[in-house]
């Protein structure tokens, strides 16, 4: 599912992918549901395509999430209005005790944050990679096997 889910550069917030075209997508701003152009020069970012710096290399944001829903029990992280650099970076400490300090900034954990919040609000399955494609596969797989 966070294949479908957007960033956009500029722009609050995550969208949903409606619809692909040559030169524009449309997409729908998770929560008000108001579906507006993206244009193939604006920088848009699938989070199934975000990684965290580690010292071993990159953990998928998927992971990252799904810890964090762990944690929090299913719940929004609630650190404040105003968390310090200092409490986001425990955060984080918490969750991926090996990311990378030097490639890791306090506004990255930040959008971290903010995106899980979202997904948590609108109900955004973390573990699905697209929408009944896991229900699909399955059962198919049981039939043959």
Same mark, same amino acid.
Request: proline residues 7%; hydrophobic residues 40%; without cysteine.
């Given at each position: 599912m966070l294949s479908e889910i957007l960033s956009i550069t500029g722009? $609050?917030? #995550?969208y949903r992918l409606i619809s692909t075209n040559k030169n524009m997508n449309i997409v729908e701003l998770l929560g008000d549901g108001k579906r507006v152009p993206v /244009? @193939?020069? +604006?920088? *848009? *970012? @699938?989070l199934s395509d975000v990684s965290i710096y580690t010292q071993s290399g990159d953990t998928p944001l998927r992971e990252v999430l799904k810890t964090i829903k762990e944690k929090e029990g299913g719940k929004q992280v609630s650190l404040g209005s105003k968390p310090s650099g200092k409490e986001l970076f425990t955060f984080l400490g918490e969750i991926? $005790?090996?990311?990378s300090k030097e490639s890791v900034y306090a506004g990255d954990i930040?959008? &971290? =944050?903010s995106w /899980?919040? =979202? #997904? &948590? +609000?609108h109900d955004i399955d973390l573990e699905a990679e697209?929408?009944?494609e896991n229900a699909t596969d399955e059962p198919e797989a049981k039939e043959k096997g």
């Open positions: 722009r $609050p917030g #995550l /244009y @193939a020069q +604006e920088k *848009v *970012v @699938a991926l $005790p090996d990311y930040k959008k &971290i =944050i /899980y919040n =979202i #997904l &948590i +609000e697209k929408s009944g």
